[in-house]
Structures are given as structure tokens and as C-alpha cells.
């Protein structure tokens, strides 16, 4: 049978904004993965998002349903997903200033363990600009499909 993995605590500080990003790469024994990834979310920000993904060298270094948890500060899951070997969060809405964590679980069975690297970054909040942009290519495309419906 295989041990179980030591679970590692990472404090990311500030999560930064996109384009910035946090990164890490990180190799585990064979057994239980359990990583934390904890973090305070940005002013300027509306929405987290993780991702993880294993990094397959075949029967020696291998992660098994990998996934990412949105925690918050009690360490209650909030959101997760996974996907074959990729694991990915996107966009969930925040609260600026508060504590949350990223949760990295899986199964290392490689003969060595394995390795995956995490991502993680905060979306800016939509400039005023940008957002009025939108609309108006909203309100365009509207009026194209109303002048080409038979009358």
C-alpha cells in the first residue's frame, strides 16, 4: 500500500490580479494529496480562480483526480472542479478584503509521487468603459436579429 502524502500549508498573500498570477509547482510522495492554498482577495477585484494540473511522467511521477476547492475562511467548501488530469475553477464572486483558500486534492501514484503545478489569479473588476461597450455591442447585435425577423 502506499503512504500517505504530508499535506502542505502556502499563504499567497494578496491574491494578484490578471495578468498577474500566482504559480507553483510542487512534487508530493505517493499517497493522499492535500494541499492549502490560503490568500486575502484584492480591492479592484471581482472574481478568484484556480487551476492545477498534473504533471504526468507516466509510472513515476502521477497526481489521480485532481481538483481544486474554493474554501472560505472556516475552511468551508464554496465551489470545485476537476477534469481528467486538469483541475479548473473559474470565476466565482468574491468579497473583497476577506480570507479564502484554494484546496489541491488528488492521489499521487507515481512510484516517486507526483507533481502538479497550481495557478491562481483574480479577474479586475470591468472598467466603467468596457462595460458600457459591452452593452452597446449588446444592443446592436439586439437590433440586427429584430430588423431580420419576418415581419
Known amino acids: 500500500g502506499m503512504a500517505s502524502a504530508m499535506a502542505t500549508t502556502f499563504n499567497i498573500g ?3 490580479i490578471a495578468p ?3 504559480s507553483n509547482v510542487q512534487s508530493v510522495a505517493p499517497g493522499a494529496v492535500s494541499d492549502l492554498y490560503s490568500f486575502l482577495f484584492p480591492a479592484g477585484a471581482l472574481t ?3 487551476s492545477a494540473i498534473t504533471i504526468d511522467v507516466g509510472t513515476i511521477l502521477n497526481i489521480d483526480n485532481i481538483q481544486v476547492s474554493l474554501l472560505d475562511a472556516g475552511l468551508n467548501p464554496l465551489a470545485w472542479g476537476s477534469m481528467g488530469d486538469t483541475s479548473v475553477l ?3 464572486t468574491l468579497t473583497v478584503g476577506s480570507s479564502y483558500s484554494f484546496r489541491v486534492t488528488g492521489n499521487a501514484f507515481g ?3 507526483g507533481t502538479y503545478a497550481f ?3 483574480a479577474a479586475p ?3 466603467p468603459a468596457a462595460f458600457a461597450l459591452m452593452l452597446a455591442g449588446l444592443a446592436v ?3 440586427i436579429v429584430r430588423r431580420r425577423r419576418p415581419g
Do not use: H, I, K
Open 141 to 143: 447585435v439586439g437590433s
Open 14 to 16: 494578496t491574491l494578484p
Open 20 to 22: 498577474a498570477v500566482y
Open 125 to 127: 473588476v470591468p472598467e
Open 90 to 92: 473559474f470565476d466565482q
Open 111 to 113: 512510484s516517486a509521487g
Open 119 to 121: 495557478l491562481a489569479s
Open 48 to 50: 478568484g480562480s484556480g
